[in-house]
């Protein structure tokens, strides 16, 4: 099976720093097979075929306190379930000049469509979707500190969730695509 592994909390402010290419040794030594990583903020696509999604969290925190002495949490998604988020992001959202529209990956815990209520909105700025396994936002560039996600960081909600704006989601599927394409 084909997954992203998305790292929370890692190379953001001078914090726990992470090496890419150590961190893709790391993961060959774990089992994993034709790892991938994509930028410097955690996202590692990979292939794994012996262990259940549902362990393979896990199996590569204890790779990465291992390597790196760090407690970092791994949210790992496979390929059908990032097709299904992108079966509800609308084409046209994206993170750039006029727009900025992220992905917020939710981890299994809050993972339902209540978990909307629960984030600092204006209400009126801004757009949020909720697909599986997360919920997205767009808004426009000019609105961005109005929305009230700012207020979302620091929250218990937000410990339980990493976000990546839809530019670095849509290389991840992409990636992830590629990766089945050489299977």
């Given at each position: 099976m084909i997954y992203v592994a998305l790292l929370r909390g890692i190379n953001v402010g001078g914090n726990n720093k992470v090496e890419m290419n150590r961190l893709k040794t790391a993961f060959e030594q774990a089992g994993m097979e034709r790892v991938k990583t994509y930028i410097n903020s955690g996202n590692i696509v990979f292939l794994n075929g012996k262990l259940p999604q549902a362990e393979l969290a896990g199996v590569l925190e204890g790779a990465i306190e291992a390597e790196f002495g760090l407690k970092i949490r791994v949210l790992v998604r496979s390929?059908?379930?990032?097709?299904?988020?992108?079966?509800?992001?609308?084409?046209?959202?994206?993170?750039?000049?006029?727009?900025?529209?992220?992905?917020?990956?939710?981890?299994?815990?809050?993972?339902?469509?209540?978990?909307?209520?629960?984030?600092?909105?204006?209400?009126?700025?801004?757009?949020?979707?909720?697909?599986?396994?997360?919920?997205?936002?767009?808004?426009?560039?000019?609105?961005?500190?109005?929305?009230?996600?700012?207020?979302?960081?620091?929250?218990k909600l937000y410990a339980r969730m990493t976000v990546r704006n839809v530019n670095t989601t849509r290389q991840l599927l992409q990636l992830m695509r590629e990766l089945k394409q050489g299977e």
């Open positions: 390929l059908e379930e990032m097709e299904a988020i992108f079966a509800v992001l609308p084409e046209h959202w994206n993170n750039g000049g006029e727009m900025k529209s992220d992905v917020f990956f939710l981890w299994d815990e809050v993972d339902e469509t209540s978990v909307s209520g629960e984030l600092p909105l204006t209400p009126g700025v801004g757009t949020l979707l909720f697909a599986p396994h997360a919920v997205l936002f767009s808004v426009d560039r000019e609105n961005a500190g109005r929305s009230g996600m700012n207020k979302l960081i620091g929250s």
